[in-house]
């Protein structure tokens, strides 16, 4: 058997794991895992410009293939800037492995030189952390890491590695496990039988259904599994913001997407059905406004791998603990072979009833305000030019709201945000973790002036790994979302909401060797998205001055039921 | 409502501080907590106390089980069980409060297990109530201090939480 050192063991390991790029940035404590990365080329890292860019990095890239992502960070303070990307993770169930070093063994608890009790702080928000004890250990806790991360509800994996575990001089016998197995974690496999047949019996008999479809369903590759469920059984689809392109979007069944910020039809639908099949979704707060008031008529089957999901916010009629692929299987299976069929005069009419609600107020509304570009008709203008076909990433706001309205997905993993943390600065280093995967497809991130200002040094390691994502700014020259909510909550007090003393974001972007166009005219817009786009090898900014008085609706009237909707300034129903 | 949970855990560092830390980040809320390694010295036996509606519980329980440690828990109070707590008192003990003090420990069953000239120190198990009544019945002569192990319990009968 080889003999290895700790660091060697680590990188070995990621190796064995299929890891081609890691993301990260060096520092004291990991130097030896720096040095053992120098002498081998099978796992590429890429030096970010900030800690929190590679977790986002490691994110978007988890997000867009459903593999976890790698970081590797030093103690200290490289291990306290991943926390807000491991949160992100965390909230959005994203598999994430985040390698960090530590002081040596003998001098932890001494307060030594950047020591960080990583464990202690990033406890609540990973799914599992674990510190190195000998160095023999490595490869079985990568293993586990790993495993830990891709298997159940998914979800971030720190290991804490002292220095000392990972010394040149050391030399321990390498083998990595083919499996780990664990007994006190075995996520379920399949969903109870017995409920699946009582789901599939209350879907035949019901009148007004809708499927509410989450991130469950891209993170656990059930689209196909639900688009066919819903075709069978002629169901309405909407999907959560973490869902979207679960369930195609230009499909006539889809709804768009639901909640706070969600389409008229979709919010209506769920408000007036009598039966929710939520399929990986977790009735978030953004989602079903007043829990009290949430969709009185409506009995619930929630299928989720996580049993906590489960009646934590909204009680469920129907519980099914599984993953969401093999029950949408069992499900469709079921309704093929049942001799029942929902009633169809039924579902006729509530097909009816959801048509006249969209035509009431399309998914698309928006209106114009004399020659100022609006940011609905930038995401439209951005759609046609990619196509539909691009990897779209997000930052935090009501660019993030424009994009996932105005941009439909007919395809699982392109959607990238951070929907539960909702962290601004994202959206970039996301598309970065996407495009160094993806070098053929179309990477974009849709960013705001106020977002895009948080990891913008990563234009730097943009520039040394040539990554050229095209970046759309939605450039209302204020916090937009922030200034909605002090226009319809505080009396339009912009308590630090404007962006004064932008910076020259062409000479920004030159600086950094990079394109920047700016736009201020509706005639401009797609030309120079054309032309932005069809610059292949240039990482490219497009700044677009948009509307600033614009908001975003529909907006769900705080403490009221999913139907209690502003539809525009003065219209509320 | 009053639950008393029992939970076998991987005995290893930091497993403690996870449950722990889960009480408070969640907003719920632990009255009381044993904590020692089982005969299998590779788990450890957990039981606490607390407080709340059934669908907080649930929450609770469900919470308790995704924590990759926690190998298997019970709701105590789902079913019957003996629940167990161990106090020691330390009581100002001099002239006639001796003897009271002494015809006292005797109707609860406790047992003094120090003595000074001038103070008694009490051993007394049982259910918390029965350590509540014992405290108000001392409690005019001198209580000291106090020192209570938090509830330990056990189902009844053929019912087991091991592996």
């Given at each position: 058997m080889e003999l290895l050192s700790g660091a060697e063991m680590l990188i070995r390991s990621l190796k064995d794991q299929g890891v081609e790029y890691i993301y990260g940035y060096p520092g004291g404590a990991a130097l030896h895992i720096y040095d053992a990365l120098f002498r081998q080329d099978d796992v590429k890292h890429i030096l970010v410009r900030h800690e929190q860019a590679a977790t986002h990095m490691a994110d978007g890239y988890a997000r867009a293939t459903g593999e976890p992502g790698v970081v590797l960070v030093t103690s200290g303070p490289g291990a306290t800037n991943t926390i807000t990307g491991i949160a992100t993770a965390s909230m959005d169930s994203i598999p994430m492995v985040v390698l960090c070093g530590q002081v040596a063994s003998h001098l932890i608890g001494e307060d030594a030189f950047q020591e960080t009790d990583m464990i202690g702080v990033s406890r609540p928000i990973v799914k599992h952390n674990m510190t190195v004890r000998h160095p023999s250990e490595i490869p079985q806790l990568v293993k586990k890491a790993f495993y830990l991360a891709q298997s159940g509800r998914p979800g971030p994996v720190v290991i804490d590695i002292p220095k000392d575990m990972t010394a040149p001089n050391g030399r321990f016998e390498y083998e990595y496990p083919e499996k780990v197995s664990m007994r006190s974690y075995n996520p379920a496999v399949r969903g109870h039988a017995g409920q699946i047949r009582r789901a599939v019996d209350m879907m035949m008999n019901a009148r007004r259904p809708v499927i509410y479809a989450g991130g469950g369903v891209v993170l656990g590759k059930a689209s196909q599994q639900l688009t066919d469920l819903a075709h069978e059984l002629g169901f309405p689809v909407t999907?959560?913001?973490?869902?979207?392109?679960?369930?195609?979007?230009?499909?006539?069944?889809?709804?768009?997407?639901?909640?706070?910020?969600?389409?008229?039809?979709?919010?209506?639908?769920?408000?007036?059905?009598?039966?929710?099949?939520?399929?990986?979704?977790?009735?978030?707060?953004?989602?079903?406004?007043?829990?009290?008031?949430?969709?009185?008529?409506?009995?619930?089957?929630?299928?989720?791998?996580?049993?906590?999901?489960?009646?934590?916010?909204?009680?469920?009629?129907?519980?099914?603990?599984?993953?969401?692929?093999?029950?949408?299987?069992?499900?469709?299976?079921?309704?093929?072979?049942?001799?029942?069929?929902?009633?169809?005069?039924?579902?006729?009419?509530?097909?009816?009833?959801?048509?006249?609600?969209?035509?009431?107020?399309?998914?698309?509304?928006?209106?114009?305000?004399?020659?100022?570009?609006?940011?609905?008709?930038?995401?439209?203008?951005?759609?046609?030019?990619?196509?539909?076909?691009?990897?779209?990433?997000?930052?935090?706001?009501?660019?993030?709201?424009?994009?996932?309205?105005?941009?439909?997905?007919?395809?699982?993993?392109?959607?990238?945000?951070?929907?539960?943390?909702?962290?601004?600065?994202?959206?970039?280093?996301?598309?970065?973790?996407?495009?160094?995967?993806?070098?053929?497809?179309?990477?974009?991130?849709?960013?705001?002036?106020?977002?895009?200002?948080?990891?913008?040094?990563e234009l730097s390691t943009c520039k040394q790994y040539h990554l050229p994502v095209k970046?759309?700014?939605?450039?209302?020259?204020?916090?937009?979302?922030?200034?909605?909510?002090?226009?319809?909550?505080?009396?339009?007090?912009?308590?630090?909401?404007?962006?004064?003393?932008?910076?020259?974001?062409?000479?920004?972007?030159?600086?950094?060797?990079?394109?920047?166009?700016?736009v201020t005219r509706r005639e401009d817009l797609e030309p120079v998205l054309e032309k932005a786009f069809a610059m292949k090898d240039q990482l490219v900014f497009v700044d677009i001055y948009v509307d600033p008085y614009e908001h975003v609706y529909p907006m769900q009237v705080a403490g009221g039921s999913m139907k209690d909707m502003w539809l525009s300034k003065t219209e509320r129903v | 409502m009053r639950r008393i949970i029992s939970i076998l855990m991987e005995n290893e560092p930091g497993a403690l501080s996870r449950v722990v830390g889960l009480f408070s980040q969640r907003n719920y809320n632990i009255e009381s907590l044993a904590v020692a390694p089982t005969e299998d010295p590779t788990l450890s036996r957990l039981t606490l106390t607390t407080e709340g509606s059934d669908k907080v519980i649930e929450q609770i329980t469900k919470q308790l089980n995704k924590l990759i440690e926690v190998v298997k828990l019970v709701d105590l109070t789902e079913g019957s069980h003996v629940e167990r707590e161990l106090m020691l008192i330390k009581l100002r003990a001099t002239g006639a409060q001796r003897a009271e003090i002494k015809r006292t420990v005797d109707i609860f069953r406790g047992q003094i297990v120090d003595v000074t000239s001038t103070v008694y120190t009490v051993q007394l198990t049982g259910d918390g109530e029965k350590l509540d009544a014992f405290i108000q019945a001392v409690g005019t002569m001198g209580v000291l201090e106090v020192v209570r192990s938090g509830v330990s319990g056990i189902a009844r009968g053929e019912k087991v939480l091991s592996l």
């Open positions: 999907n959560t913001i973490m869902g979207l392109g679960g369930f195609p979007a230009t499909d006539e069944q889809s709804l768009g997407w639901l909640g706070m910020h969600g389409s008229y039809e979709s919010n209506m639908a769920m408000h007036h059905s009598d039966l929710i099949l939520a399929i990986g979704a977790r009735f978030d707060d953004r989602v079903t406004n007043a829990t009290d008031k949430f969709c009185p008529g409506a009995r619930i089957v929630h299928v989720d791998i996580d049993p906590a999901s489960i009646s934590k916010t909204v009680q469920a009629d129907v519980p099914i603990v599984g993953p969401v692929d093999s029950v949408l299987e069992e499900m469709l299976s079921l309704v093929r072979e049942s001799e029942e069929q929902p009633d169809q005069e039924a579902l006729e009419a509530w097909w009816k009833q959801i048509r006249e609600w969209g035509q009431y107020r399309s998914r698309y509304h928006y209106e114009q305000n004399g020659d100022n570009i609006m940011p609905q008709e930038a995401i439209q203008a951005l759609y046609r030019v990619t196509k539909g076909d691009a990897y779209v990433t997000s930052d935090v706001g009501q660019h993030q709201m424009f994009a996932a309205q105005f941009y439909p997905f007919d395809k699982p993993n392109r959607w990238i945000n951070s929907g539960g943390l909702g962290t601004m600065g994202f959206g970039f280093p996301a598309a970065m973790g996407i495009k160094l995967h993806m070098p053929e497809q179309e990477v974009v991130c849709v960013t705001g002036e106020g977002s895009i200002q948080m990891n913008i040094q970046i759309i700014n939605l450039n209302n020259q204020a916090l937009g979302m922030v200034k909605q909510w002090q226009d319809m909550n505080y009396e339009s007090r912009y308590a630090h909401s404007y962006m004064e003393s932008l910076p020259n974001f062409e000479k920004l972007f030159e600086a950094y060797g990079h394109v920047a166009f700016t | -």
